[in-house]
């Protein structure tokens, strides 16, 4: 596609519930990033995938978090039993090539998924 | 510990003034810094990125600089426009991965 897309747009969940964000991400690109951020926050790196592997997961919140991508394209973040503070605004992105120290790259940024908690 | 600053209070300026936003960290020795602009309800967009050896990086009416021995980056947008209201971030690696970490961000109001 042309950009990242992430759907839904919002999700409004009660407490204990199991939601689902995916990211549909640059056709292409190889990395993906999932970043979650707070009202009046930066961004909060959740975790990176290569491909459909995920190097560095330690951003992760807790174990009630994960991910997954299949075919190197579609990331799908799942939080289950969700809980108040995990209301946010969660942005993937995705870059041609994985940012390295040494390697310069570009973040594309999707719209974000916001996530609301009752 | 390691930290990334920007400043938190909103900074309001007159349509065609300059405008300059810090980005101060500590504990880290990024081999580059970026700076990414986000609208309300939106993505960050990626503007500039500057390396640890050049000084300072143009774009259009952009300009960044980066001071490796203040730990420093200043963004500096001139002839502003009411268009440029936005929120700024910055963001480095904080070691030699793919991770970017980011600032909080600085919100820039244009007056007309």
Do not use: M
């Not at chain 1, 930066?42 to 919140?61: H, M, R, V």
């Not at chain 2, 609208?39 to 143009?58: C, H, M, S, Y």
């Not at chain 2, 440029?84 to 600032?103: E, R």
Request: glycine share 8%.
């Amino acid at each position: 596609g042309a950009g990242v897309s992430q759907s839904p747009s919002n999700k409004v969940t009660e407490k204990g519930k199991d939601v689902e964000l995916r990211c549909d991400p640059i056709s292409g690109h190889t990395a993906l990033y999932w970043y979650r951020q707070s009202l009046g926050q930066g961004l909060e790196f959740l975790i990176y995938f290569q491909g459909n592997s995920a190097p560095d997961k330690s951003g992760l919140p807790s174990d009630r978090f994960s991910a997954e991508r299949t075919g190197g394209s579609v990331s799908t973040l799942t939080i289950q039993r969700t809980q108040q503070e995990d209301s946010a605004v969660y942005l993937c992105a995705s870059s041609l090539l994985p940012a390295s120290g040494s390697t310069t790259d570009t973040q594309y940024f999707g719209p974000g998924t916001r996530l609301t908690v009752l | 510990s390691q930290k990334i600053e920007q400043n938190s209070e909103a900074l309001n300026i007159q349509e065609g003034k300059t405008a300059t936003l810090t980005c101060n960290y500590t504990n880290y020795s990024p081999a580059y810094l970026q700076w990414y602009r986000q609208d309300p309800g939106r993505g960050p967009v990626f503007l500039l990125l500057i390396r640890e050896n050049e000084k300072e990086k143009r774009k259009e009416r952009l300009k960044v600089t980066f001071d490796t021995t203040l730990k420093q980056s200043l963004f500096h947008i001139t002839a502003s426009q009411p268009a440029d209201s936005a929120t700024y971030l910055c963001a480095l690696p904080p070691d030699s991965s793919y991770k970017l970490i980011f600032g909080s961000g600085t919100r820039l109001l244009v007056r007309p």
